[in-house]
């Protein structure tokens, strides 16, 4: 009987997932055998606590998931490319519909910023690590493994399925009694934690390990929008955490905080959902200002026009994200009162984001504009992304909202804001800090075709939803009726669909390609760029800086290029390292089963896992970590091998 | 600059793609709600239509103009630290456009949620309208009778939805007479709705509510007066009484067709209290969100059979409540007004 809830019935496309699943886990434990690579996996990648492989390892987690949820979303245009199709039944494209949100916002494109911003934060800012590099680990695998716990739940007792906010009581045991929302209250809790963790790294290692000289307003807009995120993350974050909890209880402990009967109501989550929700909108969209900031510099060789006001409209923007939650339901009847005040709040977002948009092209007036593959993607941003940005504008409008809200319009809308504010941001970044970190650059002229592959995809999959809205399709529809008149134009966008997968696999052939034939970078600065992790060799090493350097200035390196400066004053001196570490790999690894034993209310194994996080907890805090050296002379050595010279 | 290019040739193919305007049923309203609502959007698109005009032409310029090329190589930019002036421009005019839609935004947001002008000197028609599982329940208190998944109603009437929910969240929706609004199974929303043409509209629920969402879909047919009244005569003398028992099996059924019933489900299985007892159950009796008066009034005007003006439910509801929330389980309690 206990087995029967681990099945998920039905589908050839889930057998066939199942045996995929199968083929590659299989496939991966015997090419490690084979190739002998358990031990070099352990020692470099499981145990490591250097930033820069954290962050490799979220972005290569972050990939991954963009494939998930972009097969998703292909399954989901095909289900709707035409009227009455029978690809996927209702239950089906309602779990695809639920996990496409929850993955792309929260299991790809936050760990992709997140790992972004592990791999150039501490260089960014002139550090040799983040604050607490032990803590960084174990935020990276409860990520991993709340990643890893939502993904199961296709193949092991059904995905969640009320949709990726969850509305309650439509996701309470009563009307959802899957094991699905189990798996998101626990998925999300867990790499939640993660992320939370990761908030108080790194407002730490910002405020308190800036290279001497580099005051607030001298750091890089990458290092501001980050900071401000992390603030955001640290405020937000606790919302869910506790939203969730009280969500777990529901399910699994049969309290009643969001339910229809003794005194529970349903709105309540909504309201917390969204308290969270909202911000983490800009948790995933200030990162991408910050690094098209550093691009747009970078390759227009100007510094960043209107620098104050930038840092000013972020902070505006992270103040404002916490009060115009209440536009996601505009439609509960709350009354004109407070849906006025939160058109207002809402529409206001839009004044600090012009004036970033306009601060942008002001840099780029008087510049000398290249373009590369992360400029293609920053450019193709501005356009795109104030189309998103001005039927933001119609939304926050509540009365117009009526008409819009849970329609294809609204789905138009956050793609528009979504994808360019921080899909394209991402790809931008990883074209542009890629040669830093493995010491080559990726192809450009695959990279200019992936480019326009996925831009015109986009505008063909995305601008016709604008329109289905406005003919009242509404979101989540599985199937619609032929005289509905929706069938041309989710056809086209289906089409549009098509040309995004192509364009996301050449980008992941390039990554191939450049891997074997793009000739290696031993500058460390193939852009000729402005900020100080050009300043260090590619590959970097371990340490990041040989010596500290010390700032005068915004742009720091580029002062030093063009003026002559020094940056490093001091000598070479041994440096101090930490040591790798087992404990968060083995601690994510327990809370993996922790939530695969609530999940399916295993109390006994739940309680066994609960006590075994607590001890794993326990060993970390007593743990004594003395760190080790790297000499002088094994410094000076690395230098001169990176350079290709003498230092 | 090749750039833009095939994006504008797609732009433009899209829109002479699109059949025609009318197919946008929201811009095709039938109603007063529904023109204030494509009115104010319209407005919206030509404000923003502005906005990504002064961005584009601004960005093509620059790219055109700034772009290397062999007749500035070796050309280094100039340090450049902002102008105040035009910052200054850039964050007043948002500020004058967003206070402008703030403007139109409260105005037609006040529009909608009342009575529209042109049926003011009007009693309004109160239709209770309720979701459970994917169909939709229509109760007609004044006339005493019950329909599901279709609705009449007279042209040239102000008619109010008080909407509730039997169990998920839904969303009211007939986008040619009306914006939409939640159904929820702990409080009352009110919309406020009336045709100026008879004909047929589509109406449907917009909020994800499981496996059955995408057919939860009703008819909305407007009708003369004369028609309307023969219609409700007609079924009060037809169709079959609804009774508890049958109440408790059209819940509990996921799909159904049109039925229609010569009594209203109200009387023992009434709606949740509206959200001005909810806010009045906090003690601002005199601050009603809804703002709505007439509202209120009407609960005098009808006092029977209306249960809402009855129902103790507010904020916190215990175990004891008289009226229970409406649920399919609830057996025991019956009405006790009358």
């Known amino acids: ?647 | 600059m090749k750039k833009k290019g095939p994006l504008y040739a797609l732009f433009l193919s899209l829109i002479l793609l699109l059949p025609g305007c009318s197919s946008l049923t929201v811009l095709n309203p039938k109603g007063p709600a529904a023109r204030t609502l494509s009115d104010t959007i319209i407005l919206s698109i030509i404000t923003m239509a502005f906005v990504l005009a002064v961005v584009y032409i601004l960005y093509i310029f620059v790219l055109v103009k700034y772009r290397a090329k062999k007749s500035n190589e070796g050309y280094i930019p100039e340090h450049e630290e902002g102008n105040k002036l035009l910052e200054a421009i850039w964050i007043i005019i948002p500020i004058i456009i967003v206070a402008f839609l703030s403007v139109v935004t409260v105005k037609s947001t006040h529009a909608v949620e009342n009575v529209a002008d042109e049926y003011k000197d009007q009693k309004p028609l109160v239709i209770y309208a309720s979701s459970s599982n994917w169909k939709w329940h229509f109760s007609y208190p004044e006339e005493g009778i019950e329909t599901v998944n279709y609705v009449n109603i007279p042209v040239h009437r102000a008619v109010e939805f008080r909407l509730y929910s039997f169990g998920t969240i839904t969303s009211f929706w007939v986008p040619q007479l009306a914006g939409q609004k939640y159904a929820m199974s702990d409080m009352l929303t009110t919309l406020h709705l009336s045709a100026d043409t008879v004909g047929s509209f589509i109406g449907k629920n917009s909020n994800f509510s499981g496996k059955g969402f995408a057919h939860m879909e009703f008819e909305t047919l407007v009708m003369t007066d004369q028609e309307y009244t023969d219609w409700v005569n007609e079924v009060k003398e037809t169709a079959p009484e609804l009774t508890e028992d049958e109440f408790k099996g059209l819940l509990a059924a996921e799909h159904l067709g049109r039925k229609t019933y010569s009594s209203t489900h109200l009387t023992f299985s009434p709606p949740p209290g509206d959200h001005g007892d909810h806010m009045s159950g906090h003690g601002s009796e005199d601050q009603m969100e809804n703002g709505n008066p007439e509202h209120i009034d009407n609960k005098d005007i009808h006092p029977s059979p209306e249960p809402s003006s009855q129902t103790e439910f507010d904020g916190e509801p215990h175990p004891e409540v008289e009226q229970p929330l409406p649920s399919s389980d609830v057996e025991e309690h019956t009405h006790e007004s009358n």
Not at chain 1, 43 to 55: A, F, N, P, Q
Not at chain 1, 266 to 290: K, Q, S
Not at chain 1, 429 to 443: A, E, T
Request: no cysteine; glycine share 8%; charged share 10%.
């Open chain 1, 1 to 647: 009987m206990d087995l029967e809830k681990f099945k998920v019935h039905g589908e050839p496309l889930i057998y066939g997932a199942m045996i995929s699943i199968a083929l590659a886990t299989i496939g991966i434990l015997v090419g490690l055998t084979y190739f002998k690579k358990w031990g070099y996996l352990w020692r470099e990648w499981l145990t490591t606590v250097d930033h820069k492989k954290i962050g490799i390892m979220y972005i290569l987690a972050a990939l991954l998931m963009l494939f998930r949820g972009g097969v998703d979303a292909l399954m989901m245009r095909l289900q709707t490319a035409a009227p009455e199709m029978k690809f996927l039944d209702a239950q089906h494209y309602n779990e695809v519909f639920t996990t496409h949100g929850l993955i792309m916002i929260l299991f790809m494109a936050m760990p992709f910023i997140i790992g972004l911003m592990n791999v150039i934060i501490p260089l960014q800012i002139g550090a040799r690590d983040v604050a607490f590099p032990r803590l960084n680990a174990v935020s990276f695998w409860l990520f991993f493994m709340g990643a890893m716990l939502l993904n199961i739940s296709f193949v092991v007792g059904g995905s969640p399925d009320a949709g990726w906010s969850a509305y309650f009581p439509l996701a309470s045991i009563e009307f959802s009694p899957t094991v699905g929302n189990n798996y998101y209250s626990l998925a999300l809790q867990i790499s939640g934690i993660g992320t939370l963790i990761t908030g108080v790294n790194f407002i730490v290692t910002i405020l308190k390990m800036r290279a001497p000289g580099m005051t607030l307003m001298k750091m890089p807009m990458f290092t501001w929008s980050v900071l401000i995120t992390n603030i955001i993350i640290v405020f937000a974050f606790p919302v869910l955490t506790v939203a969730l909890a009280l969500m777990m209880f529901d399910r699994l402990f049969g309290s009643q905080f969001f339910t229809m009967a003794n005194g529970g109501m349903d709105m309540l989550w909504a309201n917390l959902f969204w308290v969270w929700g909202h911000p983490e909108v800009y948790i995933v969209i200030l990162p991408a200002f910050g690094i098209y900031s550093e691009i747009i510099a970078t390759f227009s060789k100007k510094n960043l026009y209107g620098y104050k006001s930038m840092v000013f409209s972020m902070v505006i923007i992270s103040l404002l994200s916490f009060l115009v939650w209440a536009h996601h339901f505009y439609t509960m009847g709350q009354g004109v009162m407070v849906n006025s005040f939160f058109s207002i709040t809402t529409m206001a977002i839009a004044v600090p984001t012009g004036v970033k948009i306009f601060n942008w092209l002001f840099t780029l007036r008087k510049g000398r504009i290249t373009f590369t593959t992360p400029m293609l993607y920053t450019l193709a941003f501005i356009p795109i992304f104030t189309i998103g940005g001005v039927t933001g504008v119609m939304l926050a409008m509540a009365s117009a909202d009526y008409q819009y809200h849970n329609t294809m319009f609204l789905v138009a809308h956050f793609h528009y804001v979504l994808i360019p504010g921080a899909v394209f941001a991402v790809i931008a970044g990883f074209h542009y800090w890629f040669p830093k970190v493995f010491g080559f650059r990726l192809n450009e002229r695959l990279g200019k075709h992936a480019f326009w592959w996925i831009i015109i995809s986009f505008n063909v999959t995305f601008f016709p939803m604008f329109f289905l809205g406005l003919m009242g399709m509404t979101r989540r529809m599985y199937t619609y009726s032929e005289e509905t008149g929706f069938g041309p134009l989710n056809m086209l966008s289906f089409v549009g669909a098509l040309g995004l997968a192509i364009g996301f696999v050449i980008l992941v052939y390039n990554i191939y390609w450049s891997t074997r034939y793009m000739p290696r970078d031993t500058t460390g600065d193939p852009w000729d760029a402005r900020t100080l992790e050009w300043a260090t060799p590619s590959p970097i090493p371990a340490y990041n800086f040989a010596i500290v350097p010390k700032v005068k200035s915004l742009d720091p390196f580029w002062e030093s290029k063009q003026k002559n400066v020094p940056l490093y004053e001091d000598k070479i001196t041994k440096i101090h390292l930490p040591n790798n570490t087992g404990k968060p790999f083995i601690l994510g690894v327990i809370f993996f089963f922790l939530g695969f034993f609530l999940v399916f209310s295993m109390w006994i194994p739940a309680v066994v896992a609960g006590i075994g996080v607590l001890i794993m907890l326990g060993a970390m805090s007593f743990d004594r970590d003395e760190g080790f050296y790297v000499s002088a002379k094994e410094v000076e050595a690395t230098e001169k091998k990176l350079r290709g010279e003498t230092v």
